[in-house]
Antibody, heavy 115, light 107 residues
Framework: EVQLQESGPGLVKPSQSLSLTCSVT????????WGWIRKFPGNKMEWMGY???????SYNPSLKSRISITRDTSKNQFFLQLNSVTTEDTATYYC?????????WGQGVMVTVSS | DIQMTQSPPSLSASLGDKVTITCQAS??????IAWYQQKPGKAPRLLIR???TLESGTPSRFSGSGSGRDYSFSISNVESEDIASYYC?????????FGAGTKLELK
């Protein structure tokens, strides 16, 4: 069975970088697309970006140049880095597999941006 | 970006009721809409893709319909396990966008 698990710090200071890991079991990240989606307090959900089976990426323009998604195929993991965070980036972050559309999701990790 | 206007924000139903949630897109999305269920502290669960295709394991009391800009999602004979929040997602164009969600509660 496909399983995804997010990990990373739950608290990040403003202006710093948020870094999260998604560990995938039961399926290779060299197939399909893999992405990050976040849910804000108040429940709005936002697609952040994805990395493809070949390593190409696509990002939500709303995140401009702050976001980077990378991967380590040897560990079957992919990563999110979001730079210059503000309190507006406080959210629960999910990783998910894209199989037209997002089918398997992780449980999510809550990240608070606060000094 | 395509805006997805989902309504109502909340819904109160009795067991056995039929409930309907709607999503209106800001432009034609050619049936590329999915519906998710989310319970507190859990991962979203994909219920329906491409307007009306039920995922394996989705009970037949769930259904979806629509075309163009207007789509609906229904639960017939609401059961206690259906108490959750529901979201629509358009995936015809990047950036993919979600509706604001509907919280289903028991009356």
């Amino acid at each position: 069975e496909v399983q995804l698990q997010e990990s990373g710090p739950g608290l990040v200071k403003p202006s710093q970088s948020l870094s999260l890991t998604c560990s995938v079991t039961g399926y290779s990240i060299t197939s399909n697309y893999w992405g990050w989606i976040r849910k804000f307090p108040g429940n709005k959900m936002e697609w952040m970006g994805y990395i493809s089976y070949s390593g190409s990426t696509s990002y939500n323009p709303s995140l401009k140049s702050r976001i980077s998604i990378t991967r380590d195929t040897s560990k079957n993991q992919f990563f999110l880095q979001l730079n210059s965070v503000t309190t507006e980036d406080t959210a629960t972050y999910y990783c998910a597999r894209w199989r037209v559309p997002w089918d398997y999701w992780g449980q999510g990790v809550m990240v608070t941006v606060s000094s | 970006d395509i805006q997805m206007t989902q309504s109502p924000p909340s819904l109160s139903a009795s067991l056995g009721d039929k409930v309907t949630i709607t999503c209106q897109a800001s432009q034609n999305i050619n049936k590329y809409i999915a519906w998710y269920q989310q319970k507190p502290g859990k991962a979203p669960r994909l219920l329906i893709r491409y307007t009306s295709t039920l995922e394996s394991g989705t009970p037949s009391r769930f259904s979806g319909s629509g075309s163009g800009r207007d789509y609906s999602f229904s639960i017939s004979n609401v059961e206690s396990e259906d108490i959750a929040s529901y979201y629509c997602l358009q995936y015809v164009n990047l950036p993919y966008t979600f509706g604001a969600g509907t919280k289903l509660e028991l009356k």
